[in-house]
């Protein structure tokens, strides 16, 4: 009895693990199938909006970003040459290909008025489909 519940009930699960899986792995919705990790979000501090602007710009002229937000009035507390350091900030929040984030780094790198900036980021998994198809077709990949 309990080969032939097993026999009968295995097959069934493994069809619906697999089901699960898939959808874990991708999202789709009409002919746009989504792979998490296909885009990322980078993070960005600046000195001030004025220069938050100017790379946001550039990144986004440049197709290395198709959307870049900048959150005024955050305040940064690290460690800089020994000493504590306080200090007013702007952040951007960088949308854009995984594919990119070297070229991104690298224009940010070279822009930035700061001796070490910050470009941090991580894979984007879930989100609005439609949004995540544009952001596709605005950033090409490499």
Known sequence: MVLLTT?????????????????MASSTEGDYQYTPGLHSV??????????????AEGLVKNKLAA?????????????????????PEVLMMIKT??????????FVRDNHPY???EVISTPIQHGNLPY???LGEIVPDK
Do not use: G, M
Not at 11 to 23: A, D, E, G, M, V
Not at 69 to 78: A, C, D, G, T
């Open 132 to 134: 995540l198809k544009w």
């Open 97 to 106: 290909r995984t594919s990119r984030l070297e070229d991104l780094t690298k």
């Open 7 to 23: 026999s009968l009930f295995l097959p069934r699960l493994l069809h619906i693990s697999r089901r699960f899986l898939t959808t």
């Open 42 to 55: 980078s993070y960005v501090t600046a000195p001030d909006e004025e220069t938050a602007k100017k790379l």
């Open 67 to 87: 959307c870049v937000n900048i959150i005024p009035s955050i305040f940064s507390v690290y460690e800089w040459k020994d000493e504590i350091q306080k200090d």
């Open 115 to 117: 001796e070490v900036c």
